[in-house]
């Protein structure tokens, strides 16, 4: 894998920008930012070699929901995989960001359908290499807006161990099941995807047009009459 290319140039831009910002003051504190950008854009998103490596892919290979207790609990399964460029930025300490979201609508034929249930979890998935270990913190909020001291967190031996954690959902409670009526149809939503919004701010600017990193699915499945059953 080769970096000399884009190295280079980031090295240029950086000198080109401290020279000019030299004795500008706080009003060109931006500029230092975007130059901040390019440097890890280069770093993790453009390497020489971005044009050939895979595209990551997801699938949604099992999605059900099954009564227990009373309540809904939803049960999918995902194909997962990363693209090199992801992983490499994986491997060199960036933190990567996923979210798994399902809702359960209800018809309604006056008006817009209702809102039933909804269930979210918000992954950020990080590698430490002091430990060579994976870390995978698990959040019902965004974990940017909340920190990782209200998260879940787990540790993992490899990256396939810790993506295997991602793609399963077991047993979340959608709805409980008195909230539901038989006589209506249902609509069940399921989405998955990377998140780039909780990427640093400049990097979020590199990665928006970059194939590698788009990364989303959805399935939908009409459920009728004997789910309150």
Same mark, same amino acid.
């Given at each position: ?93 960036? =933190? ?54 209200? $998260?879940? $967190? ?45 990427? =640093?701010? =400049? ?27």
């Amino acid at each position: 894998m080769s970096w000399v290319n884009m190295t280079v140039f980031t090295t240029h831009c950086w000198k080109s920008f401290q020279l000019k910002l030299n004795g500008m003051g706080r009003t060109s504190l931006w500029l230092r930012v975007l130059c901040i950008g390019v440097f890890f854009g280069a770093a993790f998103v453009l390497p020489a070699h971005a044009q050939s490596s895979a595209n990551s892919q997801v699938e949604v290979t099992e999605l059900r929901l099954e009564r227990a207790e009373g309540a809904l609990l939803l049960q999918s399964t995902l194909r997962l995989d990363l693209s090199s460029t992801v992983e490499d930025a994986l491997q060199k300490g960036m =933190p990567i960001y996923f979210v798994t979201e399902a809702e359960l609508m209800r018809d309604r034929w006056y008006w817009y359908d209702k809102k039933i249930g909804v269930i979210a979890r918000h992954y950020r998935l990080a590698y430490q290499p002091l430990t060579r270990m994976w870390r995978l913190n698990v959040s019902r909020d965004a974990i940017g807006a909340v920190g990782l001291a209200s $998260s879940l $967190s787990q540790t993992f031996e490899t990256l396939p161990e810790a993506l295997a954690a991602i793609r399963r959902t077991v047993n979340w409670k959608l709805a409980d099941v008195a909230d539901l009526d038989s006589d209506n149809k249902y609509t069940l939503i399921f989405k998955f995807r990377l998140d780039v919004s909780q990427l =640093p701010r =400049p990097f979020q600017m590199m990665v928006g047009s970059q194939s590698e990193w788009n990364l989303a699915t959805q399935k939908t499945l009409r459920l009728f009459s004997d789910l309150g059953r």
